[in-house]
């Protein structure tokens, strides 16, 4: 079992003039203009390079001030350009010029989070991207996800966080991940290339060798980090690996945490053992591929009500429904919420409230007419609601 505290000197260690940096970076990186990031990145490189070991109390006060720039879980913003390609230099074909939409230069996003702006500042096709950072680990991605991020990871910045991600390919999305949540962030990435070991030379980050298909590696896996907040399978993408590690980790994941699978265009693909022009209707498609097992894990969140009761959730009689899938009961009871996305679905585990109604105090109007039709007086109402619930408005 592998220890995931940090190493650090002691609080008091961090001197006023540290601190002090600290807080002026982020305050000008993300309170100066609640979309344009201006800086943020660059500033937040140097607020967690320099302040490791400030005490608990600085740390929120940093994550307040920088919070302050980002866009809330699910909310939206105007639409936005985050990235201008310049348009390649001009050919010729044929006699013919070659144009370019404006929507194939300009990308544009009505959610613009923090995932953006990182593109924005390091964008190989950015004009302004610094090109002498040699040193930093590339980064190949679709932009699409970054909203799903957001919606799902922000409750984690500023805490310990530890994050494991199968694919680690280039090493891109450590820095930007470090960056995001901050100094707490613990990153175990999972590989079947031997020189991704490069990047693990920072006690924050573990980088392990193996393959998510192999039930006996993530059996490893899950006995050396028994604790993982956000799961990420961003790996090879074959039906196999996506639904073997989807069994085994899932659940090993905390009971709040968040798993998700990126590149679900796979389960369409055949060198990625999909079916194309299928869909959930085919048998095989269903049982086979990862969107299949998407499918059916909709119909094991709403298992409760399967016996058709309506007004009762009942999974007792359930015990055989699926007899070749025996962790669908494990899923329905820990498993809060599913979020699907272009490409990416996202599992929210978390505490399942029992399922019931109640009425309130009040008049209750009958089913059918009554005869009744007089306006009803909302000012009295709503003045003596808020009395109760001591609204603002």
């Not at 990186?29 to 609640?34: A, I, K, P, S, V």
């Not at 370019?100 to 989070?113: C, F, P, V």
């Not at 089913?367 to 408005?393: A, C, F, M, Q």
């Amino acid at each position: 079992m592998v220890s995931l505290k940090r190493h650090s000197a002691a609080h008091t260690s961090c001197s006023f003039k540290n601190v002090l940096l600290c807080l002026v970076s982020y305050i000008f990186g993300y309170f100066n203009g609640r979309l344009n990031f201006d800086g943020a990145v660059l500033k937040d490189n140097i607020a967690h390079s320099s302040c490791e070991d400030v005490n608990t109390q600085t740390m929120n006060k940093m994550k307040e001030n920088h919070d302050k720039g980002l866009i809330l879980p699910l909310e939206h913003t105007e639409l936005k350009k985050y990235l201008e390609f310049q348009p390649p230099a001009e050919t010729e074909s044929n006699g013919l010029h070659t144009t370019y939409s404006e929507e194939s230069l300009n990308k544009m996003t009505d959610t613009y989070t923090y995932f953006h702006n990182y593109l924005n500042k390091f964008a190989a096709q950015q004009p302004l991207s610094p090109k002498d950072f040699k040193t930093l680990p590339l980064l190949y991605i679709w932009p699409i996800y970054f909203e799903a991020y957001h919606n799902h990871w922000q409750r984690y910045r500023g805490k310990e966080v530890v994050f494991m991600e199968i694919g680690v390919q280039s090493g891109g999305k450590i820095p930007m991940l470090r960056d995001y949540f901050g100094p707490g962030f613990t990153y175990i990435g999972v590989d079947i290339n031997p020189s991704t070991k490069k990047f693990e030379s920072a006690d924050w980050i573990h980088i392990e060798i193996g393959s998510s298909e192999d039930i006996d590696f993530l059996t490893m896996l899950k006995k050396k980090y028994p604790k993982v907040d956000l799961f990420l399978d961003d790996g090879g993408h074959t039906m196999n690996q996506q639904r073997t590690a989807m069994k085994e980790m899932l659940p090993h994941v905390q009971p709040d945490g968040v798993y998700m699978i990126e590149d679900l265009c796979t389960s369409w693909a055949s060198a990625w053992q999909g079916y194309s022009m299928k869909d959930s209707r085919d048998s095989k498609f269903l049982e086979e591929t990862t969107v299949g097992l998407v499918h059916r894990s909709m119909d094991w969140l709403q298992a409760g009500w399967i016996r058709g009761l309506v007004m009762k959730e009942d999974t007792n009689v359930m015990k055989n429904f699926w007899p070749n899938e025996n962790w669908w009961l494990e899923f329905h009871k820990t498993v809060k919420h599913i979020h699907y996305y272009n490409m990416l679905v996202v599992y929210e585990k978390g505490y399942k409230e029992p399922a019931f109604t109640l009425k309130t105090i009040g008049t209750e109007l009958p089913w059918e007419d009554s005869g009744e039709h007089e306006k009803v007086d909302w000012g009295p109402i709503l003045e003596r609601v808020s009395n109760y619930t001591k609204s603002e408005w």
